[in-house]
């Protein structure tokens, strides 16, 4: 189960939302730019009690975590983890509606860059003491990229939604969340 989604600042720590869309349930993140952040998904255990699985890669299928963009990011390249270091480095096609399962390519793209953080000390995310942690007091394991996401999958103008979800070690999927990210003119 989903227990936090949404982004942090290059250094770590986590803004509040806009708002959220008209549904009232999606958040709306704002950018100035559409890269130098991350994006950040955390879960914890679900009502199957299994384990929370934590490949982000898997040519051919799909990984346990799953995410997809509405619209490409960066160039929306279609090549499968084009994400270097050896050129060229590539964007990630965007999926819309989102579809996991007729997406495997797709899901890979974007997962692939992120990497399963099951330490707090090791999260991409820094609480008001400026130490690694999770968002969520819940979380058993974070999802977020290595590294800030790069000019090579910059989110464009507008909005973009950015839809997610984890299953446990044997494939079982959470319940998906959306937010979306407005990268401002």
Do not use: W
Request: net charge negative; charged share 15%; aromatic share 8%.
């Amino acid at each position: 189960m989903i227990t936090f989604m949404g982004i942090a600042r290059a250094d770590g720590s986590v803004p509040q939302p806009l708002g959220t869309a008209p549904d009232g349930v999606t958040q709306i993140y704002t950018r100035e730019v559409g890269f130098g952040f991350f994006l950040v998904v955390e879960a914890k255990v679900g009502p199957s009690g299994r384990p929370i699985g934590t490949t982000t890669f898997s040519p051919g299928e799909l990984p346990n975590f799953r995410i997809v963009v509405s619209r490409p990011l960066g160039n929306g390249s279609t090549a499968v983890c084009d994400q270097g270091p050896a050129e060229p480095i590539g964007g990630v096609p965007g999926v819309n509606p989102p579809d996991f399962n007729s997406n495997v390519n797709a899901v890979n793209d974007l997962a692939c860059r992120f990497n399963a953080r099951t330490v707090a000390g090791d999260a991409c995310t820094r609480n008001a003491s400026q130490d690694s942690a999770f968002v969520s007091s819940q979380t058993r394991v974070q999802f977020c990229p290595t590294v800030g996401l790069g000019s090579e999958v910059e989110f464009p103008v507008g909005d973009t939604f950015v839809t997610a979800e984890v299953t446990d070690a044997i494939g079982q999927p959470g319940f998906p969340q959306t937010i979306i990210i407005r990268v401002l003119p």
